[in-house]
């Protein structure tokens, strides 16, 4: 090749570069992006919206790869505890009110509407047996900002059943719960408070954390109006809880004790009220 051809080549290979660095300058001004190949510029058509300004080359390296947002929270731990606990911290003069056994469209509207009259919530350990008719009766629970805790589905005695039967009382309690009630629930109560390890284990598996008692009514005794508010009245102390039954037979008794001792202890200066969850 003669020496005026191989310059002349050159110069045009000068030209065709200088020529696509114009078209990149002139495209990035445009807000168009481009890619040069070995072929030239190959130009796409410009994104829609208000002009994006230049993005500098290591901006990309700040994002995080998985999006944005704040990180999960790490699930709660519910504690497998040694005994159930018989009271509840909290300041001042405090108090619990449950309700065993339940719900019994006999005897659970009844004590619903006087914890309504004065404004007062409690825990309900419900029976999952007993939800099959009652599941409107703990949708109301839910709205008035009661607790519905599980006592097991047929009330049996768990220190006499194997890990797979207890586990089975109190998941299909949970699961029937949760279907009427709206949410699992957090709290379990043996039934006639017969607690051993296999029972406090499984309920936290399941996320519950039991509870016990301090003042026992007796109401299932049937032993009368006066006797059962005696008894409430003569136990009220900061973190107090209270055993009374809403159903398991009548309970008329304690729907009109709960009548006379609840204003009683109000009117002393108790606040009666749920207990809150502790979580690991």
Known sequence: MKKDQLLTRLLTRRRALIAATGAVGAAATAGVITTVTGDGPVTSAPAAGPQARPVKASAYRLQPVTGYGPPRAAPRRTLVRREAPLKVSGRGRTMVLTFDD????????????TLAEYDVRAM???CGEMVGGGRKLLA????EGHVVGN???SHPLLTRLTRRQIRSEMERT??????AYGERPEWFRAPYGAWN????????????????WTVDTLDW???GVRSIANRVERGAAPGVVVL???????????VRALRRYLPELLDSGYHVTVPRRHYA
Do not use: K, N
């Open 102 to 113: 339940g719900p019994d469209p006999r005897f659970t509207p009844d004590i619903l509407d």
């Open 124 to 126: 309900f350990f419900v």
């Open 140 to 143: 109301r629970m839910a709205d």
């Open 151 to 153: 006592h097991t589905w």
């Open 174 to 179: 949970s699961d029937v719960i949760e279907d």
């Open 197 to 212: 390890r296999a029972a406090l284990q499984l309920g936290a598996e399941l996320g519950m954390e039991p509870l016990g």
């Open 221 to 223: 005794t049937t032993p």
């Open 244 to 254: 009374s039954h809403d159903a398991g037979g009548d309970r008329s008794q304690s």
